[in-house]
């Protein structure tokens, strides 16, 4: 399986990006998908997770902030991220994972895309 996530850059607070990911070898339609980041000198936590009836989870700290969808026909995973802050700045990963009564990482990665909030 691989995973490329796009569409990160350099944004000012408030601002929004939205990232893709291109998912290959897998449909997404039958699997569970996630964003992560990773920010310097940080562990790699999860921002927000999709099941494929459509359920989602996300961080306490971007919710009303973030989106996540998914597009079962391009086989693409999106994540909307909407008045952003500096503390936002990070390398953003999708991940192909499990969703039971939450998300769960699993072994696919993509190679992540950095979004940088600053003024």
């Known amino acids: 399986v691989q995973l490329q996530a796009s569409g990160g850059g350099l944004v000012q607070p408030g601002g929004s990006l939205r990232l893709s990911c291109t998912v290959r070898g897998s449909t997404i339609s039958i699997n569970a998908m996630g964003w992560y980041r990773q920010a310097p000198g940080k562990q790699r936590e999860l921002v927000a997770g999709i099941a494929p009836d459509g359920r989602t989870q996300y961080a306490d700290s971007v919710k009303g902030r973030f989106t996540i969808s998914t597009d079962n026909a391009q086989n693409m995973v999106y994540l909307q991220l909407s008045s952003l802050k500096p503390e936002d700045t990070a390398v953003y990963y999708c991940?192909?994972?499990?969703?039971?009564?939450?998300?769960?990482?699993?072994?696919?990665w993509g190679q992540g895309t950095l979004v940088t909030v600053s003024s």
């Open positions: 991940n192909r994972g499990q969703y039971v009564l939450a998300y769960s990482p699993g072994r696919d």
